[in-house]
Structures are given as structure tokens and as C-alpha cells.
């Protein structure tokens, strides 16, 4: 069982700026794909981003150019950073690990509530 846990959301008004952090778990973190996604009250949760253990990533348009994320293995830790941030970014954003190869497994974090409003 992998245990991730999201630190670094919060509330801030448009334009601003937050860097959201998924710690994982496991030893075997460079293995795993990495994705951020988000879900908005009455809305399906998406994809914002993810990254390959290579650290090609792969966004979101509505996030293109604004939610870098990067990945350090050494710490078991994914990041996406957040900038000019709109209105419609408000959400709950989770991690998520795609065990490689994939075969069905995979494990959540609990969630961190991202808010932008002025």
C-alpha cells in the first residue's frame, strides 16, 4: 500500500500563486507515474497534469504554461506549481500513482482544497 498526502493548497485571489506537493510512501517512487488532477463542486474530476518517470510531462490545457510540475525521486515527491491563478481553478486537487507497469493499480491522496477568489 502506498500512502500519498498532499500539502500546499489554501485560499488566494487571481493571479496568485500556490505549490502544491504529493509525498509519496514507497521506496519504488521512480516507477510510478505521476498525475495531478482536480474536482470542482458539481464537476467530474480531471486531469491537470502528469509526469512520467522520465519527468515528461503532459497538461491540461486549461492549465498549459501556468501548472508546471516537476518530480524529485530522491524525496518521493511530485510538485505542481501553480501560477496566475484564476476562479475556475478552485477545486480539490489530488495526486495519483500509476503503479508501472500499469495493471490496474493505483493509489489517491486524500485531497487539498485550492481556492481563488478575490
Known amino acids: 500500500q502506498v500512502q500519498l498526502v498532499e500539502s500546499g493548497g489554501g485560499s488566494v485571489q487571481p493571479g496568485g500563486l500556490l505549490r502544491l506537493a504529493c509525498a509519496a510512501s514507497a521506496s519504488s517512487f521512480s516507477l510510478y507515474l505521476m498525475g495531478w488532477y482536480r474536482q470542482a463542486p458539481g464537476k467530474q474530476r480531471e486531469l491537470v497534469a502528469n509526469i512520467t518517470t522520465g519527468g515528461t510531462t503532459n497538461y491540461a490545457d486549461s492549465v498549459k504554461g501556468r501548472f508546471p510540475s516537476s518530480r524529485d525521486d530522491a524525496k518521493n515527491t511530485v510538485y505542481l506549481q501553480m501560477n496566475s491563478l484564476k476562479p475556475e481553478d478552485t477545486a480539490v486537487y489530488y495526486c495519483?500513482?500509476?503503479?508501472?507497469?500499469?495493471?490496474?493499480?493505483?493509489?489517491w491522496g486524500q485531497g487539498t482544497q485550492v481556492t481563488v477568489s478575490s
Open positions: 495519483k500513482a500509476d503503479v508501472l507497469p500499469y495493471r490496474g493499480t493505483s493509489y
